[in-house]
């Protein structure tokens, strides 16, 4: 029988989980204690982990459906489940700064929640590290459920009725230009901007980098409420940054947590780290009439 130990990592969200192998053939018991433990905490960090990307994409389905890769969705059609975060490709050899892909991978050191921009948005994402940068390279997370809870009941209401409309274009093209077969796979959608936990009935709001903007409102006026919103949730105070060990498996809960990527020398580190993520369960609706 797998026994959890959870060490709290942030007075707002985040655990440090051990006494648990993660795999594909977790008993029912681990697997629900996982599922509690994302509900309460958002992330969680399993250290020591001996993984492969067989027992991790096994694991990915115990939680639900495995999300498909959407660059290489988007690019070629094709249907991957894994996408690979850092420098090292598959044959072990390393890009550094100057790579275009390097630098494409800056996209992600903008807060973000993953896969918002797409008609049905991820659930968790899982990450586990193989080699990791020495110096640098942290995770930052910041809770959108915790920013959500302080905020003032007008501004609740405010927020309640509203929708945000997410885009991979409009977020990307700010770092690096995308494949248009790319492009054209990810049409605009729109989310509710409050979301709620539906077994706790925690309810966060919902932004991020691929929020562009909010129907109804002017540019303006979406921009500083986005804008307002990220920076609520994101002081330096609700951040906690994961600084990476070989062997950290780590989940997170995009349905109500911000990441973003932190800087490393990617001509004098390794990195490499394998990702997967499960289907959510909360369906947006496309918003035809922003492709125009
Ligand atoms: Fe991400």
């Not at 915790?146 to 609740?156: E, V």
């Not at 951040?239 to 001509?267: E, F, P, Q, S």
């Not at 390794?270 to 496309?286: D, S």
Request: charged share 25%; proline share 4%.
């Amino acid at each position: 029988m797998n026994q959890l130990h959870i060490e709290p990592l942030h007075d707002d969200f985040g655990a440090r989980v051990t006494g648990i192998a993660i795999s594909g053939d977790m008993p029912d018991t681990g697997v629900a204690a996982i599922r509690d433990a994302i509900d309460t905490y958002s992330f969680l960090c399993f250290p020591d982990q001996d993984m492969t990307d067989e027992k991790q994409l096994a694991f990915t389905r115990l939680l639900g459906e495995a999300e498909a890769e959407h660059v290489v969705l988007g690019k070629t059609g094709k249907v991957t489940y894994f996408g690979t975060v850092g420098n090292v490709q598959d044959d072990g050899t390393k890009r550094g700064n100057a790579h275009a892909n390097t630098h494409y991978q800056t996209g992600n050191q903008l807060w973000h929640s993953d896969s918002s921009f797409r008609e049905v948005p991820s659930f968790v994402s899982i990450l586990h590290g193989y080699e990791v940068p020495g110096e640098g390279g942290e995770t930052a997370f910041a809770s959108m459920r915790a920013a959500y809870g302080r905020l003032a009941g007008d501004m609740r209401e405010t927020i309640e009725p509203l929708h945000a409309i997410h885009d991979y274009v409009y977020s990307r093209s700010q770092v690096a230009p995308v494949d248009p077969n790319h492009a054209a796979s990810l049409p605009p959608v729109m989310h509710r901007l409050v979301r709620e936990n539906p077994l706790n009935g925690l309810k966060n709001y919902y932004v991020g980098s691929h929020a562009r903007s909010i129907p109804g409102c002017s540019g303006a006026d979406s921009r500083r409420l986005l804008d307002d919103l990220l920076a609520r949730a994101t002081r330096p105070r609700d951040i906690y940054a994961h600084r990476w060990r070989a062997g950290d498996t780590a989940i997170w809960d995009n349905r109500c947590i911000l990441h973003r990527g932190t800087g490393y020398d990617a001509d004098r580190w390794r990195r490499r780290m394998r990702q997967t993520r499960v289907v959510g369960g909360e369906k947006g609706v496309i918003h035809t009439s922003a492709m125009a």
